[in-house]
């Protein structure tokens, strides 16, 4: 792979066009005109790896063989920067673990329950899932409860990462060093230790797909963060459909620092807290008497 | 009360949703009335789903008036915008009808029409520049608006001459609209809009798509201004300058090695973070500048691919001297510009001629990240050690390899296979001890295809039958350098294989094998797999026989064309079209009635590339109204090369209802290739 000089197959205009159009299709991702050379720089190595000639070759293959399915998800892995870290966008984090997760201990309280789930959307390889149930095990409000953090992406190989728990030096550039304690250094440098990962679960799932998203269950809390962005407006609404389905009623949805749901829905209503904005499932009106419903 | 009535007054939302649905097949006296009542539906989803009705139905229906009215009243904006929406996708089609009622629209909803007239192409350009001066300043300004989404030399016109307005909304309006446009505007016109603090931003931008040469002192002076927007704005506009070439470009160039400090520094802090576009347009000026204090932001761009390819060039020029800043800054970059600026690295030493103490601090920086924790850095050092390693790296490399199967073993493995040119002993020694398969094997096989020899052949033809099959695919992919009976026998072993990517790799395989003479051996095996099951082996052997110039498949790829799966019929069209196929033309006429687009496609190519018959372009031309863009598209660029009669009256009424950009494009290109002989 060189970054300076071109090597292998060119990515034409309207071949870029229909691979763009066929991954919007797919998974709801919108692509910029100005990433043809982002299409064509990091799906080369596909091609290549296909034994195809060209990128219409590619299209083609996307098209037709049984697989497709599968590549179109290694291309959209190889489009997507997946980085992230633990404790990426902290001031969020301070909010979820200071505000959000006391006030549903009590509401939780109140309903008689003891389980609490946590839905990380496009958790890529897995930092934010073991943050959030880091964050749920420091705090202590929910020792003895059953909590499930629940992580989902459409790229297999960050899924793997994900359950292997095991995360390099730059993983690591924004976690307080006091939870240090929540990993074990071994050989290939730190893993996740077992009763964080006991709480942590990962599936495949497509965000747009509406039906298999139920699998998840109803949720208490969705975190998607920087994930949206990649949406066209359709594709962002039909996301954040789902989000409002899965959510128990009072349950809430964090964004990433630059997306809001301006323009897209209004179901949700926004809550103000000491260091962010999130949205929350509205909670149904209190009964107050019995009137019937109908006259 | 019908049935469909009561399902469009349903409480529930999807209810009325489908029932919208089913309202354009519907023959119902009142449907015009249900459908405009469900363009202004409480739920957006039934409010789309009724502007695509809408907008499929609205000449046949006669809905345009209600349209109009939907869109000019005031109680409902769900209804406005979903009416506004249907004048979007109808296009120029509306145009009629808008410019009809505009004068008895009342003055309060002249703006909404307005808008939607701004959709409606160049119709309406010569009243929404008339409307521009009107005396209501929302119509004025959505006018301005509207002449902006339009565009052309007539747009343009409008717009400009709202430069000097005294309304400085319109005189924002105007330059955003210019904008919008990339219009380039003389720096004489905008000059005395920069004073002008409400608008010197927008003017800044503007600016950007100046070819004079004289906008680069003025943008550069921008960029010392206190506060941060102007200087946001101006190294826009630089970078704007540069990606659109011309003089200004080159002008900006020459003058770029000679920038001050502060003027460097500005742009320092401008590369180093903030906004995407301010930043990759300062690091591209410093760049030209050879300032080396930018080679970090460059290498974090870069990591993401967001420098584009023109921006990297100033990389290119500066050359081998630029490799050891850049091996400078890697350390202190994270993992994946850290990687970036190796690679960079690694090609300037690869295309320059560095001292030979560079080349060593650069194979000492590649050995640190082949070791590192990091599959990314590891996957960089891997591919670069390809050009640089020497009979020390093959272990480290299998090492690396192995580590991180999934980043990291296709890089080694595409290095070691460079390095058995010139150390093969150390090659063979990493590569060689071990079985090959799994992912590790699939990539290093090609290495152990590279090494040739007795202890090569049999491990390659002991990995046809690892476990893994894409090392089995990888073994098969190696074959051609075995070459001769045996591969082709192999390779017939393979079609045999339990996995559709062997087979695959089988038949492409087959396809390039040929003998002394370059008389291709596989064709036997490729008439086999002509009549496999799977999709992709069948398709791939269609291909094949047509490049092998096989003439004895042409039966059987003709049945494979009329077998109706499109995947395959591609390929055989492809193949036919290559042989020559005296009977492809009775096979066309079905292909492009076909769903499936590529084929469509194929069919359009086999048609222009046939002998040229009165039928011919008649045919493509019938593509111009396919409902798939890159249908329409081709056959406006058949058209275009292949001419023939009413070619140009196709194109000519096509042209008038596109909306598509690209389609658009490819019309008037076709337009303006016509031969003479196909006028009239």
Known sequence: MSILFDSGPTLAPDEFRLLRELINRFCGMDFSDD???????????????????????????????????????????????????????????????????????????????RNLTIWSAGCSTGEEVYTLAILVDDSGLFDGWDVRIFGN???????????????????????????????????????????????????????????????IGRADAVFCRNVLIYFDEAARRRVIDTFYQRLHPGGYLLLGHSESLLNSTTAFELVHLSTDMVYRRPLPPPVMSHEPEER | MSELDAAIHSEDAEARRRAVRELARSTDGDRTELLTGALGDPDWRVRKEAVGVATEVAEGWGLLPALV????????VGLRNAALEVFERLGPRAANALLVALPGVPEGARKFLVAALGFAGGAGVDKLAELSNDEDPNTAQAALEALARIGGPRAEEALRGHLR????????AALEGLERLEATVELDEIRPLLDDRLIRRSALRLLGFGDDPAVVPVLLDALHEEGAAAAHEAALALGRLL??????????????????????RTLRSLAAMGRDGPRRAATWVLLLARDPRVLGAAAELAADDRLPPVALAAIRRWGVEAIEPLLGVAGELAPRPRAAALEM???????????????????????????????????????????????????????????????????????????????????????TERELDGPVGAALLPAVAALGGAAATDLLQATLNADDPRARRAAVMALPRLGGARAVELAGFALADED??????????????????????????????????????????????????????????????????????????????????????????????QSDEELVKEALRAIASGRETPR??????????????????????????????????????????????????????ALAALPAEAEG
């Open chain 1, 153 to 215: 992406d459409i790229s297999r190989r960050v899924l793997a990462v994900a359950r292997r728990a095991h995360y390099g030096p730059s993983s690591f550039r924004a976690m307080p060093r006091r939870y240090l304690r929540y990993f074990a250094d071994d050989a290939e440098g730190r893993q996740v230790v077992p009763h964080i990962r006991a709480m942590c679960h990962f599936g495949h799932l497509n965000l747009l797909d509406h039906d298999r998203s139920a699998l």
């Open chain 2, 69 to 76: 009215d939907g869109l000019c009243q005031g109680e409902n």
């Open chain 2, 616 to 669: 011919r372009a008649p045919r493509i031309a019938l593509a111009l109204e396919h409902a798939a863009w890159d249908v329409r598209q081709l056959a406006a660029t058949l058209l275009g090369e292949t001419g023939g009669p009413g070619a140009r009256e196709a194109l000519a009424a096509r042209l008038e209802g596109e909306r598509d950009a690209g389609v658009r494009a490819a019309i008037e290109r």
């Open chain 2, 165 to 172: 307005s005294e309304d400085p909304v319109q005189r924002l």
């Open chain 2, 345 to 431: 690295a690694a090609d300037l030493a690869q295309v320059g001629e560095p001292p030979a103490a560079t080349i060593e601090a650069l194979r000492a920086a590649l050995r640190k990240a082949l070791a590192s924790d990091e599959p990314v850095l590891a996957a960089a050092a891997a591919d670069a050690l390809g050009r640089f390693g020497e009979p020390g790296d093959p272990p480290a490399l299998v090492a690396a390899a192995r580590r991180f199967p999934d980043v990291v073993a296709r890089p080694a493995g595409r290095a070691l296979e460079r390095l058995a040119l010139t150390a093969r002993d150390a090659v063979a020694g990493a590569v």
């Open chain 2, 500 to 593: 559709v990517d062997v087979q695959t790799a089988a038949v492409m395989v087959l396809g390039q094998l040929t003998d002394a003479d370059g008389a291709p051996l596989g064709v036997e095996h490729l008439r086999v797999a002509l009549r496999a099951g799977a999709e992709p082996v069948v398709a791939a052997a269609a291909r094949a026989v047509g490049a092998n110039g096989d003439r004895g498949s042409l039966a059987a790829l003709r049945e494979l064309v009329s077998e109706g799966r499109p995947g395959v019929a591609v390929a055989a069209m492809e193949s036919l079209r290559m042989l020559g196929d005296p009977a492809l033309d009775e096979l066309l006429v079905e292909a492009l009635g």
């Open chain 1, 35 to 113: 990433a043809l050379y982002v299409f064509e720089r990091r799906l080369r190595d596909r091609v290549r790896e296909l034994g195809l000639d060209d990128f219409t070759q590619y299209y083609h293959h996307l098209r037709y063989h049984p697989n497709a399915k599968a590549e179109i998800e290694a291309a959209v892995d190889a489009l997507v920067t997946n980085e992230t870290y633990f404790f990426r966008e902290d001031y969020q984090l301070r909010a979820f673990r200071q505000e959000i997760l006391p006030e549903l201990r009590e509401r939780l309280d109140k309903e008689n329950r």
């Open chain 2, 243 to 264: 990606e659109r070439g011309g003089p200004s470009a080159r002008a900006l160039s020459d003058r770029a090695p000679s920038l001050d400090e502060p003027t460097r």
